[in-house]
Structures are given as structure tokens and as C-alpha cells.
């Protein structure tokens, strides 16, 4: 099984400022197979990132990924006002297909 | 545009049995895998279970392998999660997700999800 950590736990910043968030996998991820979920309170996750480095349909370009074998990182370049959420990486390329325990990113 | 619609959550007792459905609809269902994730309350996200377009391929979570069994209907859209022996610790919203095509299991597409909870 593969096991994805997040750092940090929660972040606390201010709109206007830089986001950046870790997830490391216990082995290496195939193929990239890894993506970036955020979740607001009350509603369901929705996807951000896929292929490590794919923003998804509508998804503003603040938000970027990167990374590849077991380091990917999630950046959102200015902090929006609805950026403050909780956002999880996972893993989809090996059963079973894991998730990170989350970051939260809250206000300053 | 995807629409994925969960029914079937409620309250069941510890032992008892619950089938979750999910109907699809806006996309050619047959093309693609599905995938059930659950969120506990307060907590973080868990996959459950995954299934090919034909369900020839199909995943379980260690949590829940032997008591719970995922299924398709094609000819109807939908998606379903026979749930046996619950336990407490089964209950969260769950969540009906698809993929980006038939064989990756990412989940692109996500229901609103259907809360179960089991307690006595």
C-alpha cells in the first residue's frame, strides 16, 4: 500500500499571499497517477489537479502542480478568498488508491 | 454535464445491511470506471471500492473487503454498494465518483454523497 503524508497540517496566510503544500508517497508513484483535491466545508471534494501537473476543466491557472516519483507539490500563486479550504492529494495509479490526511489552509 | 446522484444512506444498526445506488447521468456511462470514497465525519477522505466499465477489474479497500461489493447496471447508469456487516465505523457520507475513462481510477467527478450511519 502506498502510504501519502501531507505537510504542512494547516497553513495559515493571508489572500493576496503564496500556497504551497507536500505530499510525499512511501514508494513511487506510477505514472504519475497522483492528483490534487479541494474540499470546502458542506460540499463534495473537486478534482484541481491531475497527472501531477494537470489543471483540471476550469480551474484557475494560480493553481499548479508538480513533482513526480514520491514528491509532488500543489502551489496556488495568490491566495483568493475562496482558496481557504482543505486540499488532499491521492494516489490512483495502485490499488488501493490512497489519500493524504489533507492540509488545511486557514485564514491569517 | 456529469451528474452523480447517491440515495439509499440512513441509519442501520451495528450487523445490519444498506445498499447504496448512484445514478449517472450526462455522460456515456458504460465508458468509464466508478469509484465509492467515503468521509467520516470530521474527517478525512477514504477510498472504498472501484470497478471497471465492464467489471472485469474490480478494488476494495482492506477495510471493507468481504463486506462490501461493488456493482454496475449499464443499461440503467448506475452504480451500487451492497453493504454488509456495518460496523461503527463504516459510518461517513459516501461519495460516488468517476474517472477520467475506463482503467483510471482517479476520481474527476464527484456526487454530493449519501450519509450512512450506523448505530444502535
Known amino acids: 500500500e502506498i502510504v501519502l503524508t501531507q505537510s504542512p497540517d494547516t497553513l495559515s496566510l493571508s489572500p493576496g499571499e503564496r500556497a504551497t503544500f507536500s505530499c510525499g508517497a512511501s514508494?513511487?508513484?506510477?505514472?504519475?497517477?497522483l492528483a490534487w483535491y479541494q474540499q470546502k466545508p458542506g460540499q463534495a471534494p473537486r478534482l484541481l489537479i491531475y497527472?501531477?501537473?494537470s489543471r483540471a476543466t476550469g480551474i484557475p491557472d494560480r493553481f499548479s502542480g508538480s513533482g513526480s516519483g514520491t514528491d509532488f507539490t500543489l502551489t496556488i500563486s495568490r491566495l483568493e478568498p475562496e482558496d481557504f479550504a482543505v486540499y488532499y492529494c491521492q494516489q490512483y495509479g495502485s490499488s488501493p488508491f490512497t489519500f493524504g490526511p489533507g492540509t488545511k489552509v486557514d485564514i491569517k | 454535464e456529469v451528474q452523480l446522484v447517491e440515495s439509499g444512506g440512513g441509519l442501520v444498526k451495528p450487523g445490519g445491511s444498506l445498499r447504496l445506488s448512484c445514478a449517472a447521468s450526462g455522460f456515456t456511462f458504460s465508458s468509464y470506471a466508478m469509484n465509492w470514497v467515503r468521509q467520516a465525519p470530521g474527517k478525512g477522505l477514504e477510498w472504498v471500492s472501484s470497478?471497471?466499465?465492464?467489471?472485469?477489474?474490480?478494488y476494495y479497500a482492506d477495510s471493507v473487503k468481504g463486506r462490501f461489493t461493488i456493482s454496475r447496471d449499464n443499461a440503467k447508469n448506475s452504480l451500487y454498494l451492497q453493504m454488509n456487516s456495518l460496523r461503527a465505523e463504516d459510518t461517513a457520507v459516501y461519495h460516488c465518483t468517476r474517472g477520467p475513462s475506463d482503467y483510471i481510477w482517479g476520481s474527476y467527478f464527484w456526487g454530493q454523497g449519501t450519509l450512512v450511519t450506523v448505530s444502535s
Open positions: 514508494q513511487s508513484v506510477s505514472s504519475s497517477y
Open positions: 470497478i471497471s466499465s465492464t467489471s472485469s477489474f474490480i
Open positions: 497527472g501531477a501537473s
